[in-house]
């Protein structure tokens, strides 16, 4: 068994859905792979990894504001603020 690693860097412009379809699909497509496993893991503490169809561009839309309903802005909500502004959004970030 072969193991190979990559480190994908994603830029990113606050909260929200970011799209790494393309960047892991090219780096699958340099290896001559028949089969295999793929393991991707988020180093982020604030992240987290979404698998979704895609068909239609309004899913992502429709995911987003289900998360802003799910876990809203509000100042004194949370008490977890340990790793500063980039943790938790603040009210003013908002879009």
Do not use: K
């Not at 480190?7 to 960047?23: D, F, K, M, P, S």
């Not at 496993?37 to 990894?49: E, K, N, P, Y």
């Amino acid at each position: 068994m072969i193991v190979t690693q990559h480190r994908l860097t994603v830029a990113t412009r606050g909260q929200g859905l970011h799209e790494a379809t393309l960047e892991i699909a090219a780096w699958v497509a340099t290896h001559d792979m028949a089969c295999g496993l793929l393991t991707v893991f988020i180093r982020h503490t604030s992240a987290s990894l979404l698998i979704q169809e895609n068909a239609a561009p309004e899913v992502r839309d429709d995911l987003e504001a289900f998360m802003r309903r799910l876990v809203p802005e509000e100042t004194g909500r949370y008490a977890h603020d340990d790793e500063g502004p980039d943790d938790m959004p603040r009210i003013s970030a908002r879009r």
